[in-house]
């Protein structure tokens, strides 16, 4: 069973998808802890809800990021976290953190990378007028969104969508890309060259192919 850390800011949606899969037995995993750097973050209520764990890590209780993250990093390792999963966290995770969990730090970013990083991505779609777009789960590397790509899904944009239509079609993938590229690392399907991650098996269970669930 794989050890999971859940770090995330706001709502928690894709948290809970993650919890809603571990339950269902799509994912055999446990998330042995909720960080936050928000002490009204929704996840919190949901971790509550699921009992999990959850700690609350403010940045303004650290002199500087290195020891925000260094403390994180211990927290981490502390419960033996096996993968980090970023979830809507709106924090710069360190080179501190990265070399602890080389290539086991995942995140999911609301655009077809590498279009669109940073924040805001939904916004920059409308705003530039892309017909398509979509999420991507990717590792973290020291840049901002620019780490090797494990999953995407692409939904289409329309004319008169906003940021809040384009972003709920999208948040929708989310919720099914995030648990598959989860329950693609526990099964030990993927291995990284450069910048490719190769997974086993990619053509027979694509999401893009079929839903995962
Ligand atoms: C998602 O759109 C995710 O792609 C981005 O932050 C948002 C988090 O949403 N990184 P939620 O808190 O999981 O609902």
């Known amino acids: 069973m794989l050890i ?63 020891s925000y993250n260094s403390h994180i990093a211990k927290e981490l390792k502390k419960r033996g976290i096996e993968l980090v999963v970023l979830a809507g966290f709106m924090r710069i995770v360190d080179k501190l953190l990265i070399n602890q969990y080389p290539n086991r730090i995942m995140n999911i970013h ?30 973290i590397d020291q840049g901002i969104d620019t780490g090797p790509i494990i999953v995407q899904a692409a939904v289409p944009a329309y004319h008169d969508d906003d940021e809040e239509s384009l972003g709920k079609r999208i948040l929708k993938q989310e919720h099914r890309i995030y648990p598959y590229a989860i329950k693609l690392y526990s099964e030990g399907r993927i291995s990284i060259e450069g910048r490719n991650v190769i997974i086993t098996g990619e053509r027979e269970d694509s999401p893009l192919q079929n839903p995962p669930h």
């Open 4 to 66: 999971l850390a859940v770090l995330a800011s706001g709502s928690g949606s894709n948290f809970q998808s993650i919890i809603d899969n571990i339950e269902s037995g799509y994912l055999d995993a446990r998330v042995a802890v909720l960080i936050t750097d928000n002490p009204g973050a929704g996840a919190i209520k949901r971790a509550k809800k699921h009992n999990i764990d959850h700690i609350v890590v403010k940045p303004k209780d650290f002199k500087d990021r290195p």
């Open 110 to 139: 609301p655009a077809l990378l590498p279009s669109f990083p940073g924040a805001h991505a939904q916004k920059q779609a409308v705003d530039y007028g892309v017909k398509i777009s979509g999420c991507t789960v990717h590792f």
